[in-house]
């Protein structure tokens, strides 16, 4: 078995200032479960921009997110991508994400360096700043590139039951609509102008870092800025290490994340994929004594009958013929479909109602 190397405690949850390609550098080899970065987006702005009104907008125009041409900005692309794939374990992934102006040399950096693309998401924003000029569309959103190490590792964490059921129980799509950091998220200077001009939402962050991490997961960013990363990753039960070059910001962000509060593990843990969890036989409901040989099941609607036999099958009769078999087939038959989820299918009548088969394996799996 091949041990990875572990990241020393000392480096966990914290802020470490200097360049973030050199820190990189120095953390130990496959040591990271997943990068949350947020690069410069190299916007390349050749004057101020104004409202119709003559103000002033403010705008990202700080001296790290300009470089001399996208030759430049390639190479630091493809340095820090470089940094952060070392970082990562096999199984990790990485999300990165940027503007029309830069996503689209990132992605191919990505796939030149031989990361393997999962995802794309389109993160609209609820409340875009307006275009004053009146020449373009709005930009209104913001795209997002989620990618594995490498196309080999299919064990990277997605906990597809959890971005289910914070979408109403169904699939999460890669269109995700969410407000800009904006009131009292947003944080501000002495001065009351915001700490950072592209401070992103937690809400956006902690759609990532569920959706791709784990309880007691280390979370690199290595544009860390203000800190939202590390403050989602504290209070999900998430480790961080945060690389930021600016130390006024790492400054507001140790500050930040030191007032969060963390949430309790049961509280955070994902829920289960089906595929995880330990294979439960249905004859094992009966052996525990959870049915009983001639216990008479039925289909939610309780028009369709099959009853328990002492060796796991069920055996059923109706217009469509007699049938015996597993609660699959039997389900199958019943209705005259070419399959059917026994488990979820077949109901059991308790005080009050009734409650499917598959409540009944839950329990059995819960005493395992």
């Not at 430049?72 to 692309?77: A, G, L, P, S, V």
């Not at 969890?277 to 289909?299: H, K, M, N, Y």
Request: glycine share 10%; net charge positive.
């Amino acid at each position: 078995m091949t041990h990875l190397p572990q990241m020393p405690v000392e480096n966990l949850d914290r802020v470490l200032v200097g360049d973030c390609i050199e820190l990189m550098r120095s953390l130990p080899e496959a040591s990271v479960d997943m990068v949350f970065a947020d690069p410069p987006y190299n916007l390349q702005l050749g004057g101020e921009l104004l409202r119709p009104d003559h103000s002033k907008v403010d705008a990202v125009d700080d001296d790290w997110d300009k470089f001399a041409d996208f030759a430049r900005y390639d190479q630091f692309t493809n340095a820090w991508l470089k940094a952060a794939r070392r970082a990562l374990k096999p199984g990790g992934t990485l999300w990165v994400i940027g503007s029309y102006h830069n996503i689209f040399r990132i992605g191919t950096a990505l796939q030149d360096q031989g990361f393997w693309l999962l995802n794309d998401i389109v993160w609209r924003k609820s409340n875009p700043m307006p275009n004053f000029r009146g020449k373009r569309f709005t930009n209104a959103h913001e795209t997002l590139i989620w990618a594995a190490r490498d196309r080999a590792n299919k064990k990277y964490t997605f906990n597809y039951n959890s971005m289910k059921e914070l979408n109403e129980g169904i699939q999460m799509r890669s269109d995700w609509l969410l407000p800009l950091c904006t009131g009292g998220e947003r944080l501000k200077g002495e001065d009351g102008k915001k700490a950072h001009p592209t401070q992103k939402p937690e809400s956006l962050l902690f759609r990532c870092i569920m959706a791709a991490s784990n309880p007691g997961d280390t979370i690199l960013d290595p544009f860390f800025g203000t800190g939202t990363t590390g403050a989602v990753a504290r209070r999900l039960g998430r480790h961080f290490i945060g690389l930021e070059r600016d130390p006024d910001y790492a400054a507001i962000a140790r500050k930040r994340i030191a007032c969060v509060v963390p949430l309790q593990g049961e509280d955070v843990t994902p829920m289960p994929s089906k595929r995880s969890e330990p294979r439960i036989p249905f004859g094992t409901l009966i052996e525990a004594g959870l049915l009983q040989p001639g216990t008479v099941l039925s289909d939610p609607s309780g028009r369709m009958h099959a009853r328990v036999r002492a060796d796991g099958t069920l055996s059923s009769s109706n217009a469509l013929g007699e049938h015996r078999g597993s609660i699959h087939q039997v389900g199958a038959a019943v209705q005259g479909a070419p399959a059917c989820n026994g488990w979820t299918f077949w109901h059991v009548e308790v005080p009050g109602g009734r409650l499917p088969i598959d409540h009944l394996r839950q329990q059995v799996r819960a005493g395992l």
